[in-house]
């Protein structure tokens, strides 16, 4: 709306969501370590499983694995999706979890991560993969790596972004080492990790405090609360219809350089 557009030219600082907004949101598997006695099959035909529902992007790797293999992936029940942690569901006589390692132990603090996973975690977080914990009864037994590019134009935005006087946020649900490390590749200097998408909506008040009136920018259902409390909200083409929904601009090219030119 062109009121919208109109705030656009009087923020101070915006906000960017990581996957889907500055990487393109077709993620691979690029790695899968697991404990002792766990084969990589099992855990990605339990991982497919579970996220056989879902509409997040980072899903969409898990998915397309299973129609790469060409076999055949059972249907979970209870399946339950927490924005911002992960999805659980139940495959048989077995509960499985997939998420965040602070998630994986939430229920089940006394069952220990062993030091291969620990090191695998931190090893692929450096590189600026998002790693998601795989635990079957509350016992963390895998982990997989997932790779998903930066858009070609993330850097050169983001210049242009800082160039004419806004302070650029990477804003992200994922852990600390991966998201300084895509900031750094973007040249972003500050960032914000492990938010969740209430803890979103509290970064919008909170920057706005400080520097004035801030935008946000995202493409999944998890910036959707940020981005209508945001003074603009503005999604990328091809993201979440509850993103595209809530967004006051939407940017038909995948190109990030139409952040700057609004």
Known sequence: NSAALEHLGKIRAIG?????????????????ITDEGVSESEILKMTAAVE????????????????????????????IMVPGKGVEGVLGNDVIRLGSQEWIRDNFPENIISPKLQQGALDLRRVGRTVFFISRNGIPVALVGLEDPLRPSA??????????????FLVSGDNRLTVESVAKRVGIEQFEAQVTPQGKKEWVDRTRSKLGLVALVGDGANDAAAMVGADVGLAVVGGSDLATSSADLLLMRSDLNSIPES
Do not use: C, M, Y
């Open 52 to 79: 056989k529902g879902s509409a997040h992007p980072l899903a969409r790797a898990f998915q397309r694995w299973s129609v790469s293999q060409s076999i055949p992936i059972p249907d979970p029940t209870n399946v």
């Open 155 to 168: 850097r050169e935005s983001v210049e242009r972004i800082k160039a004419i006087g806004v302070v650029p």
């Open 16 to 32: 960017i969501d990581k996957t889907g907004t500055l990487s393109v949101g077709h993620p691979r598997i690029a790695e899968v």
